[in-house]
């Protein structure tokens, strides 16, 4: 698939290795890895930064490598259940953060016409994500403005 914004092709990544079971080295108890994400959830750090530190600094000292094969479910149906979810969805909320030190960027530096066209592609990324989210995760009359960035993050 092309990318979005530029004339190249977009790169192949990597597949996930298929698995049914967690592998025999892993030997953590599911209650204690939901546990853990609802804590990691409660810090207030998004659901990838979650899977990384399960990842690197595990339940106990055993790291665990998949939190589906793990528990059963998916973290974020883990962070769903127990009410630990974010305000906004996380892509939504990454993006948003980008534009709004692009925009700050731009306010200082008025000359950087590539971060201008960066600031238009990363805004359109945001209404794409704005109109896909809305009525569900995002109120039905929600729409995307700086000032609106801004207060969202704020809370």
Same mark, same amino acid.
């Given at each position: 698939?092309?990318?979005m914004h530029t004339r190249r092709r977009g790169s192949s990544g990597s597949d996930k290795p298929v698995a049914d079971e967690p592998?025999?080295?892993?030997?953590?108890?599911?209650?204690?890895?939901?546990?853990?994400?609802?804590?990691?959830?409660?810090?207030?750090?998004?659901?990838?930064?979650?899977?990384?530190?399960?990842?690197?600094?595990?339940?106990? /000292?055993?790291?665990?490598?998949?939190?589906?094969?793990?528990?059963?479910?998916?973290?974020? $149906?883990? &962070? #769903? *259940?127990?009410?630990?979810?974010?305000?906004?969805?996380?892509?939504?909320?990454?993006?948003?953060?980008?534009?709004?030190?692009?925009?700050?960027?731009?306010?200082?530096?008025?000359?950087?016409?590539?971060?201008?066209?960066?600031?238009?592609?990363?805004?359109?990324?945001?209404?794409?994500?704005?109109?896909?989210?809305? /009525?569900?995760?995002?109120?039905?009359?929600?729409?995307?403005?700086?000032?609106?960035?801004? $207060?969202? &993050? #704020? *809370?």
């Amino acid at each position: 698939m092309a990318r979005m914004h530029t004339r190249r092709r977009g790169s192949s990544g990597s597949d996930k290795p298929v698995a049914d079971e967690p592998p025999e080295w892993s030997d953590v108890d599911a209650e204690a890895v939901e546990e853990r994400v609802v804590e990691l959830a409660e810090q207030g750090h998004d659901p990838s930064v979650i899977g990384m530190k399960l990842r690197d600094e595990g339940v106990k /000292g055993t790291p665990v490598p998949d939190v589906k094969l793990a528990t059963g479910k998916k973290l974020t $149906e883990i &962070l #769903e *259940e127990n009410d630990a979810t974010g305000d906004l969805p996380e892509d939504l909320r990454s993006l948003m953060e980008r534009a709004i030190g692009l925009r700050e960027h731009m306010d200082e530096n008025p000359q950087d016409h590539q971060n201008k066209r960066a600031l238009q592609n990363t805004e359109s990324k945001i209404r794409r994500l704005a109109d896909y989210y809305r /009525g569900d995760e995002l109120d039905a009359d929600f729409t995307y403005s700086y000032d609106v960035a801004v $207060e969202l &993050l #704020e *809370e």
